[in-house]
C-alpha cells in the first residue's frame, strides 16, 4: 500500500514507512513510528509516558480520538515519603524548573494505547510492527543536532542516576551530535512484550518493575493503577470553519477545544476575509481568557455551547502538557491517524533494567494551582495536545499536530488558517512565520520570512498596537513542530515535516 508518513525524526518516519510499504496501514505505520520513536527521540517519546491518536477509518467513514495518556495514580503516598524535586533545565537564555523522581510519575498509557489500537486497527502483526524499533535499539542511532541540544537542556534528568548516565553519557559526557545511542535493554523489553503481551505491563515482570521502584524510590504507582488503567475511546470534538470540517481532541483535553474556540472568534471576527495579524492576536488573547474560564468571554464567542461545555469540562482535569512529538499518517485506503505522544521530560530513573524511564506528568506546574501534590487521584490528565484532522468538501483530508507545549494550539491554528483562508499549500501553510500570546499577554512573532499575514506593514501594525512583542529572526522550535500529511481531492499524497523540530516526511512506493 503506498502512503505517506510525516515524523519528527528520519528513524521515527522510516519505521512508519516500512508499515506501508510492506502493505500495513495507517494505524499500523502511526504504531511503528510511535514506538521507534522512543529511540531517536527519546527526550520526547517514551513506553512510560501518554499520547492520543485521531483515526480515520475510510470503510467506515467514522473518526475516533483514541486517549492513552498518563492516569493520576488511585493513591496518593504521603509527602514526606516522596522522591520529589527540581531540577534547573538549561535553554541557554534561559532556565526553567522542571520536577522529577519517582514521586513525579503518573500511570502511563503508551503499552495499553498500543495494544487497544493494534486491537481495533492494525493489519499487520504486532511483531512486525516492533521490529524497526526493536533494530533501532539494538543497532542504535546517530544523534541529531536537535537531540544533541535537548541532552544538554535537560542534563540533570539524563545523569541523575547510574544507569540513565551509563545510558546517555557512557564516556562520562553525554551523547554528542553524530555519536551512536543505544538502548538494548529496550530491546528486550519489546521482545518480552511480544512473549507476553500487554499482561508484562499490568501484572508481568515490567509491572514488577514499575511497583518496585516506586515503593522503593518513592513514587505513588501500585499494582491497581496498572491493572485499572483503560485506555478511552473518545468521539472527537468536531468543529466547521468555513466549509472544513475540524475533528479536534475533545474534552477532556483542553487543546481541541481552544482551537475549536479560537476558530469561532475567527469566523466571527472576519466572516468573509482571511485574519490578518491583530485578528490572530485578538483570537489568541480570546482564547486565553476561555482557558481560565472567564464566564463572559465564552458567553460572548463560543457561538456553538458544545465547544463551551467541552471547555468547561476540560477545566475540571488537571494538565500537563510539555515534551511532545507528533506523527501523520495517510494511506491510499484513506485511513489516516494524527498521533502525539509525551514522556514530559522523565522522572530521572531508569525503570530496572527495562530501558524505560517513567514520565514527569506530576511534576507539570500546570497540575499545581493550589500547591504540589494537590491533584485528585484516579483521574485522566488534559493536555494540549491536539492531533487533528481536517475534512474538506472536496473529499481532500489534511492530518496534523505538532509538538510544543501550550505552543501547540497556536501552531496548530495557524497552519490550518493557511490552509483554509489563504490557500497555502500543505509546505507554504507550515513553513509561513507564526504568532504566538502567552497567558500573561505577551506576544512573541517569527520576523521571516515575508508572506501572508505576515506581510511588512502587518508587523508594523502589530508593533504599533503591542510594542512589547518580541520578534524573532527565524524560525524557532519554541512555536511548536507542525507534521502534516495530506490526500488531495485526486488522491495525491503530500508530507511536511517541521523544520522548526527537525522533521521529515516520507512519501512510500507501492509494493511492488
Known amino acids: 500500500m503506498q502512503g505517506v508518513v510525516a515524523a519528527g525524526h528520519e528513524n521515527t518516519a522510516r519505521a512508519a514507512a516500512a508499515m506501508l510499504h510492506a502493505g500495513g496501514n495507517a494505524f499500523d505505520a502511526a504504531m511503528a513510528g510511535m514506538v521507534a520513536s522512543g529511540l531517536p527521540e527519546t527526550v520526547l517519546s517514551s513506553l512510560g509516558g501518554g499520547g492520543f491518536m485521531m483515526a480515520y477509518r475510510a470503510d467506515l467513514d467514522q473518526t475516533i480520538l483514541y486517549d492513552f495518556f498518563a492516569q493520576t495514580p488511585c493513591r496518593k503516598r504521603p509527602v514526606s515519603d516522596l522522591d520529589f524535586h527540581a531540577i534547573d533545565a538549561d535553554f541557554g537564555p534561559a532556565t526553567q524548573e522542571f520536577h522529577i523522581g519517582a514521586g513525579s510519575s503518573a500511570t502511563p498509557g503508551v503499552i495499553p494505547g498500543l495494544f487497544a489500537i493494534h486491537q481495533d486497527l492494525c493489519n499487520l502483526p504486532l511483531a512486525q510492527i516492533l521490529e524497526p524499533a526493536i533494530a533501532l535499539a539494538q543497532d542504535g542511532v546517530e544523534v541529531s543536532a536537535f537531540h544533541a541540544y535537548l541532552f544538554e537542556v535537560i542534563e540533570p534528568i539524563l545523569t541523575r542516576d547510574i544507569a540513565a548516565k551509563t545510558l546517555f553519557a557512557p564516556t562520562g559526557r553525554l551523547l554528542k551530535k553524530g555519536e551512536r545511542f543505544h538502548n538494548r535493554d529496550l530491546a528486550r523489553t519489546l521482545e518480552a512484550l511480544l512473549s507476553h503481551g500487554e499482561a508484562h505491563f499490568r501484572t508481568g515482570a ?8 516506586s515503593a522503593e524510590q518513592g513514587g505513588h504507582l501500585s499494582a491497581q493503577d496498572l491493572v485499572s488503567y483503560k485506555v478511552e475511546r473518545r468521539r472527537p470534538l468536531v468543529q466547521t470553519y468555513r466549509d472544513q470540517q475540524l475533528f479536534l481532541n475533545p474534552a477532556p483535553c483542553a487543546g481541541g477545544p481552544l482551537i475549536g474556540f479560537a476558530f469561532g472568534v ?4 472576519c466572516p468573509h476575509g482571511a485574519p490578518d495579524l491583530l485578528d490572530l492576536v485578538q483570537a489568541m488573547s480570546l482564547t486565553n481568557k476561555a482557558r481560565s474560564q472567564k464566564t463572559s468571554c465564552l458567553e460572548q464567542f463560543a457561538d456553538d455551547d458544545h465547544i463551551a461545555r467541552h471547555l468547561a469540562a476540560a477545566n475540571t482535569h488537571p494538565s500537563a502538557s510539555r515534551g511532545t512529538t507528533h506523527i501523520s499518517t495517510i494511506d491510499t485506503a484513506g485511513n489516516a491517524a494524527a498521533l502525539t505522544i509525551s514522556n514530559g521530560e522523565g522522572n530521572g530513573l531508569m525503570l530496572g533494567d527495562s530501558g524505560i ?9 500546570d497540575l499545581h494551582d493550589q500547591g504540589f501534590h494537590c491533584w485528585q487521584e484516579d483521574k485522566r490528565l488534559s493536555s494540549m495536545m491536539a492531533p487533528t484532522l481536517i475534512k474538506s468538501p472536496d473529499n481532500s483530508l489534511t492530518v496534523l499536530g505538532s509538538g510544543g507545549s501550550n505552543r501547540i494550539r497556536s501552531a496548530i491554528l495557524q497552519v490550518a488558517s493557511g490552509l483554509i483562508d489563504h490557500g497555502f499549500s500543505l509546505k507554504e501553510a507550515i513553513e509561513a512565520p507564526r504568532l504566538h500570546c502567552e497567558q500573561g499577554g505577551h506576544i512573541s512573532f517569527e520576523n521571516a520570512p515575508i508572506t501572508a499575514p505576515f506581510t ?17 529572526p527565524a524560525p524557532n522550535m519554541f512555536f511548536g513542530g507542525v507534521h502534516a500529511v495530506r490526500r488531495t481531492a485526486t488522491n495525491q499524497l503530500e508530507g511536511v515535516g517541521d523544520q522548526r523540530r527537525a522533521g521529515v516526511a516520507i512519501i512510500t512506493d507501492p509494493v511492488s
Open 357 to 365: 524511564m517513567l514520565n514527569n506528568m506530576l511534576g507539570e506546574e
Open 456 to 472: 511588512r506593514s502587518a508587523k508594523q501594525q502589530l508593533m504599533k498596537v503591542h510594542p512589547d512583542a518580541h520578534g524573532w
Open 266 to 269: 475567527l469566523e466571527r471576527l
Open 206 to 213: 515490567l509491572a514488577k518493575a514499575i511497583i518496585a521502584q
